[in-house]
């Protein structure tokens, strides 16, 4: 059985290293960070923007044009499955 793959990323890469688990832990409770919010996420977790970006990239969130963040994990993963099953 292959491993679940979505976007040639398997699963786990997509949750490892601990900073990503960290950031979407995060953004699991808001739902959303604002600017001076991911400025203080940016403080607190050290090369905090290239796991923004890979999330960004596989469309677990979503930056707005004012810099705010707002996650989008539930409609990857529907989009994931509906890829998965050709639905």
């Known amino acids: 059985m292959q491993p679940w793959r979505w976007k040639g990323i398997e699963l786990a890469d997509i949750f490892c ?3 990503r688990f960290q950031i979407l832990g995060i953004f699991a409770e808001r739902r959303q960070l604002l600017p001076f919010e ?3 996420l940016k403080d607190e977790i050290p090369n905090a923007q290239p796991h923004l970006d890979f999330f960004e990239d596989i469309g677990f969130l979503e930056r707005m ?3 705010t963040y707002i996650l989008r994990l539930e409609d990857a993963f529907v989009r994931a499955v509906k890829d998965l099953f050709d639905i």
């Open 17 to 19: 290293p601990e900073e």
């Open 38 to 40: 991911i400025l203080m």
């Open 65 to 67: 044009s004012d810099g």
